[in-house]
């Protein structure tokens, strides 16, 4: 059975930075390309960033320049960076990885960002 649990999560001002963390654990032999989502209440899960299995990176528009998302194979571990956070990115944010050619879901850790 594999696992994935986020952490880092929290409340920060407008303008500061948190860490979020995606770990991964149990029987693991491969894993692909993995992505941070987030869902906002009342609005639809959207994707934040992709890494892939060799390290190249994707981001959506609106997170481009503030975050940075990079893992540790080493440690099956994924991080997203926030910087300059905005209160408009206040949601739930989600770890998703391709393990032994599944995707597997975080359940989700809280990001609030006050003004």
């Known amino acids: 059975q594999v696992q994935l649990v986020e952490s880092g999560g929290g409340l920060v001002q407008a303008g500061g930075s948190l860490r979020l963390s995606c770990a991964a654990s149990?029987?693991?032999?491969?894993?692909?390309?993995m992505r941070w989502y987030r869902q906002a209440p009342g609005k639809q899960r959207e994707l934040v960033a992709t890494?892939?299995?060799?390290?190249?990176?994707d981001y959506a528009d609106s997170v481009k320049g503030r975050f940075a998302i990079s893992r540790d194979n080493a440690k099956n571990t994924m991080y997203l960076q926030m910087s300059s956070l905005k209160p408009e990115d206040t949601a739930v944010y989600y770890c998703?990885?391709?393990?032994?050619?599944?995707?597997?879901w975080g359940p989700g850790t809280q990001v609030t960002v006050s003004s």
């Open positions: 998703m990885g391709n393990i032994n050619f599944r995707d597997s």
């Open positions: 149990g029987r693991i032999f491969s894993i692909g390309a």
């Open positions: 890494i892939t299995a060799g390290g190249s990176t």
